[in-house]
């Protein structure tokens, strides 16, 4: 005769601790605060059940309180170093505060983002946390008008009044030319994508009042922009391009971080060397850029920061009883990490 497992109940969690099932469906519901459930009682629910492996039945549950405990999170790619980070703080918090995140990709393309809010809205998410393609407006529109919680994340939709968590892209950007300038470098070129989002033009105009307060003339010629979606060969290419078609150039800055992946490797296939015929920065940080030699100057996105804050502010609006009456915006300051990779060329400096 074999043996069968017994799925676990809330009955047999509220037995074993001597409470009313009521007081642990309280509890698994998040409403032990509001129901006067003392913190040492919760806490002794979860590790419970934790310790048992009971799984409350997720679809009765928001039959019976309205929210399906899952969040959608929707970045602009997984794989990427600073979206993927992103998705695990994310999730890390979110299970910290009894949330599943369902995730997905757009690749930057409007029609993909669409189709995600879509499915995400027909799994009946509780709220959005988004990195919004640039046709996205009129669904983020909706969302407000729809009264749906959900935070805008390293992008803005211009025009539009919404809770966000984004860095400043424009101070990165300008502290990390000034970096170059104070080092020395003159004749900088700046390599960004065609993409029109708010957090690249606030990018590119950074770097270009840096270089205007410093009074370094600049060519339109300095500036290369890499159509979007193209292949890793192309990119490449593209900046090598770049680089040979401008020979006076004695330092580069990448507005991304995959582009400064791809121009480390250009720059190597145009057999030159990092910092001794180019000196190279980035914005945005990359395990690659730690381990490489020469390492790679960046301004680092503080990753786990906007991550918790993101979260944090979705939560609030979560909760009702707690949502602020307007939207919220918070704006995060880069970290400019000097590394080998732009040394000083010469002793004159820019204030």
């Given at each position: 005769?074999?043996?069968?497992?017994?799925?676990?109940?809330?009955?047999?969690?509220?037995?074993?601790?001597?409470?009313?099932?009521?007081?642990?469906?309280?509890?698994?519901?998040?409403?032990?605060?509001?129901?006067?459930?003392?913190?040492?009682?919760?806490?002794?629910?979860?590790?419970?059940?934790?310790?048992?492996?009971?799984?409350?039945?997720?679809?009765?549950?928001?039959?019976?309180?309205?929210?399906?405990?899952?969040?959608?999170?929707?970045?602009?790619?997984?794989?990427?170093?600073?979206?993927?980070?992103?998705?695990?703080?994310?999730?890390?918090?979110?299970?910290?505060?009894?949330?599943?995140?369902?995730?997905?990709?757009?690749?930057?393309?409007?029609?993909?983002?669409?189709?995600?809010?879509?499915?995400?809205?027909?799994?009946?998410?509780d709220?959005?946390?988004?990195?919004?393609?640039?046709?996205?407006?009129?669904?983020?529109?909706?969302?407000?008008?729809?009264?749906?919680?959900?935070?805008?994340i390293d992008?803005?939709?211009?025009?539009?009044?919404?809770?966000?968590?984004?860095?400043?892209?424009?101070?990165?950007?300008?502290?990390?030319?000034?970096?170059?300038?104070?080092?020395?470098?003159?004749?900088?070129?700046f390599?960004?994508?065609?993409?029109?989002?708010?957090?690249?033009?606030?990018?590119?105009?950074?770097?270009?009042?840096?270089?205007?307060?410093?009074?370094?003339?600049?060519?339109?010629?300095?500036?290369s922009?890499?159509?979007?979606?193209?292949?890793?060969?192309?990119?490449?290419?593209?900046?090598?391009?770049?680089?040979?078609?401008?020979?006076?150039?004695?330092?580069?800055?990448?507005?991304?971080n995959?582009?400064?992946?791809?121009?480390?490797?250009?720059?190597?296939?145009?057999?030159?060397?990092?910092?001794?015929?180019?000196?190279?920065?980035?914005?945005?940080?990359?395990?690659?850029?730690?381990?490489?030699s020469?390492?790679?100057?960046v301004?680092?996105?503080?990753?786990?920061?906007?991550?918790?804050?993101?979260?944090?502010?979705l939560?609030?609006n979560?909760?009702?009883?707690?949502?602020?009456?307007?939207?919220?915006?918070?704006?995060?300051?880069?970290?400019?990490?000097?590394?080998n990779?732009?040394?000083?060329?010469?002793?004159?400096?820019?204030?």
């Amino acid at each position: 005769m074999s043996d069968t497992i017994k799925k676990v109940s809330i009955k047999d969690i509220a037995k074993e601790l001597n409470l009313s099932i009521t007081t642990v469906s309280f509890v698994i519901n998040g409403k032990s605060e509001k129901m006067g459930i003392s913190t040492v009682t919760a806490n002794k629910v979860h590790e419970l059940i934790k310790k048992r492996g009971f799984n409350p039945n997720n679809a009765a549950r928001m039959l019976r309180i309205g929210k399906s405990k899952t969040i959608g999170l929707i970045v602009e790619d997984i794989s990427n170093y600073f979206f993927g980070n992103i998705a695990k703080f994310i999730e890390i918090e979110a299970n910290k505060n009894g949330y599943n995140v369902f995730f997905s990709s757009t690749e930057n393309d409007d029609h993909t983002a669409k189709n995600l809010i879509s499915k995400m809205k027909n799994s009946s998410v509780d709220g959005y946390i988004i990195t919004a393609t640039q046709g996205l407006k009129e669904e983020i529109i909706r969302l407000k008008n729809e009264n749906i919680p959900f935070v805008l994340i390293d992008r803005l939709i211009l025009d539009v009044d919404t809770n966000y968590v984004i860095l400043d892209n424009y101070t990165g950007s300008y502290n990390l030319t000034k970096h170059l300038l104070n080092n020395g470098y003159t004749n900088i070129g700046f390599i960004t994508i065609v993409n029109g989002m708010s957090q690249m033009i606030d990018r590119e105009k950074g770097f270009k009042d840096a270089l205007c307060d410093a009074k370094v003339k600049m060519s339109d010629s300095q500036i290369s922009k890499v159509p979007f979606n193209q292949s890793e060969e192309d990119i490449i290419d593209f900046i090598r391009k770049f680089i040979k078609d401008n020979p006076s150039l004695d330092a580069l800055f990448f507005a991304t971080n995959y582009l400064g992946v791809f121009g480390i490797e250009a720059i190597q296939r145009n057999n030159m060397k990092i910092p001794t015929d180019l000196a190279v920065v980035a914005f945005d940080d990359n395990d690659l850029f730690r381990l490489f030699s020469p390492s790679i100057t960046v301004a680092s996105q503080p990753i786990k920061e906007i991550a918790q804050q993101s979260f944090n502010l979705l939560l609030k609006n979560l909760k009702k009883e707690k949502r602020p009456t307007k939207p919220i915006g918070e704006i995060i300051q880069p970290n400019i990490i000097i590394r080998n990779s732009s040394p000083k060329k010469y002793t004159k400096k820019y204030s």
